[in-house]
Antibody
Framework: EVQLVESGGGLVQPGRSLKLSCAAS????????MAWVRQAPTKGLEWVAS????????YYRDSVKGRFTISRDNAKSTLYLQMDSLRSEDTATYYC????????????WGQGTLVTVSS | DTVMTQSPALAVSPGERITISCRAS??????MHWYQQKPGQQPKLLIY???HLESGVPARFSGSGSGTDFTLTIDPVEADDTATYYC?????????FGSGTKLEIK
């Protein structure tokens, strides 16, 4: 059974950093592109970043470019999102999601981890 | 960015046939996908590439459309279908989601 379990969320002050993790199991992690998708409270879904199987290619939405870094450790079957210079508008539940091979939608999602940026 | 417009809400009775629409601001070919998000849960993929039913999803769900106009159909609707439904395109970068249609079962 495919499982994606996010962790690392919490309350953080504006301008500070936070690192999210997503532990994957039930499939060969290194064979799949992965992504982070977020959802602000009572709002819709917003793609944040994606990473290729080997980690060599990364993609970001404009509003997080230069502040967020997506990475992965295939030996540990874990996806990461390093978030720096956090802003109040980054407040959201962050979901880890798996792309089908070579495709750009999301077949599996984790339960999400809440990040609150507030002083 | 490609903007997808969805009607905000719908209230129907069990057993009805319903359609949820998604209109893209520019053509996305058939690179449109549909998700269901129940309250307090993560999204779940229902339909990919406009009309392909994801494995394990009941055949009551179907999708159609191409270009800019897409439809998710549920026939018949059941009480368990209470959720918000999102469309998502990946023809244009960045990939974007619609604002969601909240379905209430009376």
């Amino acid at each position: 059974e495919v499982q994606l379990v996010e962790s690392g969320g919490g309350l953080v002050q504006p301008g500070r950093s936070l690192k999210l993790s997503c532990a994957a199991s039930g499939f060969t992690f290194s064979n799949y592109d992965m992504a982070w998708v977020r959802q602000a409270p009572t709002k819709g879904l917003e793609w944040v970043a994606s990473i290729s199987t080997g980690g060599g290619n990364t993609y970001y939405r404009d509003s997080v470019k230069g502040r967020f870094t997506i990475s992965r450790d295939n030996a540990k079957s874990t996806l990461y999102l390093q978030m720096d210079s956090l802003r109040s508008e980054d407040t959201a539940t962050y979901y880890c999601a798996r792309h089908p091979p070579g495709l750009n939608w999301f077949a599996y999602w984790g339960q999400g981890t809440l990040v609150t940026v507030s002083s | 960015d490609t903007v997808m417009t969805q009607s905000p809400a719908l209230a129907v009775s069990p057993g009805e046939r319903i359609t949820i629409s998604c209109r893209a601001s520019e053509s996305v070919s058939t690179l449109m996908h549909w998700y269901q998000q129940k309250p307090g849960q993560q999204p779940k993929l229902l339909i990919y590439l406009a009309s392909h039913l994801e494995s394990g999803v009941p055949a009551r769900f179907s999708g159609s459309g191409s270009g800019t106009d897409f439809t998710l159909t549920i026939d018949p609707v059941e009480a368990d279908d209470t959720a918000t439904y999102y469309c998502q395109q990946n023809w244009n970068d960045p990939l974007t989601f619609g604002s969601g249609t909240k379905l209430e079962i009376k």
